[in-house]
T-cell receptor, first 114, second 109 residues
Framework: GAGVSQSPSNKVTEKGKDVELRCDPI?????LYWYRQRLGQGLEFLIY????????KSGLPSDRFSAERTGESVSTLTIQRTQQEDSAVYLC????????????FGPGTRLTVL | GQNIDQPTEMTATEGAIVQINCTYQ??????LFWYQQHAGEAPTFLSY????GLEEKGRFSSFLSRSKGYSYLLLKELQMKDSASYLC??????????FGSGTKLNVKP
C-alpha cells in the first residue's frame, strides 16, 4: 500500500516568509510525528498527534512553528517568518499507535531559507 | 532530551562484524529502537527492544540492558550497502522518541 508522503520535496524560501509543509500518513495510522533533521545530525522531535487527543507540542522550538492535523489524516507544519536556522529536512512519521509501534517515515521536505 | 550517546562515525571492512553502541538516560524508558538511514533518505526501522537481552533478525541483532541504559546494534557479514547512518532512539512513556545523532558507518572493500 501507499507509504507516508510529504510535499513539497524541496522548498526554497526567503528569510521572513511563511512556509507550509504537508504530510499524508498511512491510512489508519492514528499517531503522527514531525521531526527536524539538520545536516549531519539526528532527528529532533517537534510535535506528536495521537487520534483526537490534544497534540504534544513540547518539541516546537518557538512560537513561529505550529502544526495541525485533520482527524487522523493529513497534517500541516507551518513555519512563520522563516529564519536561516530553520533550514533543515523536516520528516513526518506515522504509526498504528503511539505505544511504541514502528514508525514509518516519509521522504521529508528539504527546506532552505536564504 | 534523554542524553542519547552513540559514536559519530565508524569504519569496518566488508564481511566483518561491527557493533554500534548507544547509551541513554533511563528515566521514562519504554523501548529502544534502531533505525537505518542512507544518505538523503528517510530512516527505516531495524529493530525494537523493550526487554533485556538480544533480539536477532538475520544479519542484524540488537541488545538491551535496561539497568545500564545501554544498547548495541550488531551487524554481521557486512555488505557495502550497509554503509549508512544508524540511529538509536529512546521511546518514553510519553509516546516520544528521542533520537541520537546517529553513527555513520563506512564499509570498505
Amino acid at each position: 500500500g501507499a507509504g507516508v508522503s510529504q510535499s513539497p520535496s524541496n522548498k526554497v524560501t526567503e528569510k521572513g516568509k511563511d512556509v507550509e509543509l504537508r504530510c499524508d500518513p498511512i491510512s489508519g495510522h492514528t499517531a503522527l510525528y514531525w521531526y527536524r533533521q539538520r545536516l549531519g545530525q539526528g532527528l529532533e522531535f517537534l510535535i506528536y498527534f495521537q487520534g483526537n487527543s490534544a497534540p504534544d507540542k513540547s518539541g516546537l522550538p518557538s512560537d513561529r512553528f505550529s502544526a495541525e492535523r485533520t482527524g487522523e489524516s493529513v497534517s500541516t507544519l507551518t513555519i512563520q517568518r522563516t529564519q536561516q536556522e530553520d533550514s533543515a529536512v523536516y520528516l513526518c512519521a506515522s504509526s498504528t499507535s503511539g505505544s511504541g509501534f514502528e514508525q514509518f517515515f516519509g521522504p521529508g521536505t528539504r527546506l532552505t531559507v536564504l | 532530551g534523554q542524553n542519547i550517546d552513540q559514536p559519530t562515525e565508524m569504519t569496518a571492512t566488508e564481511g566483518a562484524i561491527v557493533q554500534i553502541n548507544c547509551t541513554y538516560q533511563t528515566s521514562g524508558f519504554n523501548g529502544l529502537f534502531w533505525y537505518q538511514q542512507h544518505a538523503g533518505e528517510a530512516p527505516t526501522f531495524l529493530s525494537y527492544n523493550v526487554l533485556d537481552g538480544l533480539e536477532e533478525k538475520g544479519r542484524f541483532s540488537s541488545f538491551l540492558s535496561r539497568s545500564k541504559g545501554y544498547s548495541y546494534l550488531l551487524l554481521k557479514e557486512l555488505q557495502m550497502k550497509d554503509s549508512a547512518s544508524y540511529l538509536c532512539a529512546h521511546y518514553t512513556d510519553f509516546n516520544k522518541f528521542y533520537f541520537g545523532s546517529g553513527t555513520k558507518l563506512n564499509v570498505k572493500p
